[in-house]
């Protein structure tokens, strides 16, 4: 039922893992490498073909300061925090309280109602990209920041709604049944009672949305235009001038870009980790 651990296998398939695990770390970060390397090189070794060897010169400051102070970076930047933070805070406001609902409550059309939420998540989004560009044109909200914030609050509080559901079904239902037996009234119930023992899964739940949505590049591009409304993702192809790629630029701004997930995830690694196994184990 359960994978053997390896230190119980044969000791021919333990030097196979052991060889193959190096093997697969090197080719899981060779392009994070590449793309590192590239972007402390000079445009001329790209001109040249000079891609895969030792940069001719060095010019990290000269790249990674072109980014910052000779291109709307900071401004993309900008506005991947303003799309991405209000996202994780509508998605955990709804569905902490569509958790609530559906893992608490007991009507005749739950599991209906929480089939609805998720099925949509199995839905391809290429399928809805004409539909919903045609609906942020109608509504005035095409190539805004609220828009896509909207966007991507309604298609990830069915992912949210899942993981929420789930956790609070797990919570022992006697300290519920304590709270309504004292007579506190159910908001009371769900803001004093269950949301604390959320935490975890909310601290959880939270990195990996901001994960999704700072990382989204196909909804940037449908949905936003222009450096006055588009994240990091999208506005890294900005650096592509008119007959080929500044792959230096690229490169550093892929850097950037991808920093601040990485941040969120190390700051929250406590809390992720606890969120994800809490309830694992008895």
């Known amino acids: 039922m359960f994978p053997t651990p390896i230190e119980k296998t044969s000791r021919t398939w333990q030097l196979t893992y052991q060889t193959l695990l190096p093997m697969s770390l090197v080719l899981w970060l060779l392009p994070l490498v590449a793309v590192a390397v590239f972007s402390i090189k000079p445009d001329a070794d790209f001109v040249q073909g000079n891609y895969w060897s030792v940069p001719s010169t060095f010019n990290a400051v000269e790249n990674y300061g072109k980014v910052f102070f000779a291109s709307d970076m900071p401004r993309y930047l900008l506005n991947s925090v303003f799309i991405t933070v209000p996202t994780v805070i509508g998605c955990v406001i709804l569905s902490s309280m569509t958790g609530f609902a559906l893992g608490v409550y007991k009507f005749r059309s739950n599991l209906w109602v929480f089939f609805m939420f998720v099925a949509g998540n199995f839905v391809p989004f290429q399928i809805l990209m004409v539909p919903v560009r045609d609906l942020t044109l109608d509504m005035g909200l095409y190539n805004t920041k609220t828009g896509l914030v909207l966007f991507h609050i309604a298609f990830q509080t069915g992912f949210c709604t899942l993981f929420m559901r789930n956790f609070i079904r797990a919570l022992p239902y006697e300290l519920i049944e304590a709270a309504r037996v004292e007579g506190v009234a159910e908001w009371r119930i769900f803001w004093f009672v269950v949301l604390p023992l959320m935490?975890?899964?909310i601290a959880a739940m939270s990195v990996l949305i901001f994960t999704f949505i700072w990382n989204d590049?196909?909804?940037a591009v449908v949905l936003t235009q222009g450096a006055e409304s588009q994240p990091v993702t999208a506005g890294i192809t900005s650096f592509n001038a008119q007959y080929r790629a500044a792959y230096h630029l690229m490169s550093?701004?892929?850097?950037?870009?991808?920093?601040?997930?990485?941040?969120?995830f190390f700051l929250m690694q406590r809390?992720?980790?606890a969120g994800l196994t809490l309830g694992a184990v008895k």
């Open 252 to 264: 550093a701004g892929s850097i950037v870009a991808a920093l601040p997930p990485v941040a969120m």
């Open 271 to 273: 809390h992720f980790i």
């Open 199 to 201: 935490k975890p899964a």
């Open 217 to 219: 590049f196909f909804w």
